[in-house]
């Protein structure tokens, strides 16, 4: 059976990935939990070695006013960031908080908030207001292009560079995976934790 993750070969073919801090790294992001249930999803995120990095595990397929609060978190299973739906919002929009085990989220500052740009349902790209005491600008710090459903997106800064990609992962020339397992390319200097984060709440909303 073929491994979902990268293995040392397949990435030195695409690029070389975190031997240096300049180098693009290569993730591969399985849409399915570690600990799956029926009518949940997940995601189980592996990093270049292979080793699980992030993972969210079981959470409703529901609508957000019944989903509630997702929980994303590192390989060993500690929170890092919990991410909250706005009940009311005619762009789907959601918030990033920081996440820590013994501490409540409700009282963890905001990072970020996430939206739709389209308030039409079904829309492609969205994008992230990152939090800041004195924020007075209405430009969103990134923004998405592309369409995350077909696993074929750009997450690009305010300045119109390329953060992240998301791009269908292929076995050989031949061979495409499902939707389900995808492979995300970070740019250098850009935290990798963010992106995640990104990536969960695009798959809610776009």
Sequence with gaps: MSKIHPTVSKIDDQEELTTTTNSPSVWTVWKKSS?????????SIYDCEGRLAFRVDNYSRKHKC????????????????????QILSMHDRW???KGEDDVETSSSPRVFS???????????EAE?????????SPVPDFRTEGCF????????????QEVARIIRKE????????DDVFSLIIQPNMDAE??????VVMDRIC
């Design 171 to 178: 076995v050989n020339e031949s061979v495409t995976l499902s």
């Design 128 to 136: 992230v207001f990152m939090d800041a005491p004195d924020r007075r």
């Design 66 to 85: 019944v989903a509630g609060e997702i929980l994303l978190m590192d390989g060993d299973g500690k929170a890092v960031m919990a991410l909250r739906p």
């Design 149 to 160: 459903r077909r696993r074929n997106c750009k997450i690009m800064d305010r300045d119109g």
């Design 95 to 97: 918030s990033g908080f």
């Design 35 to 43: 600990m799956g249930f029926h009518g949940s999803d997940g995601f």
């Design 114 to 124: 996430m939206r739709r740009r389209s308030v039409l349902q079904g829309g492609d």
């Design 194 to 199: 963010l992106i995640m984060a990104f990536l």
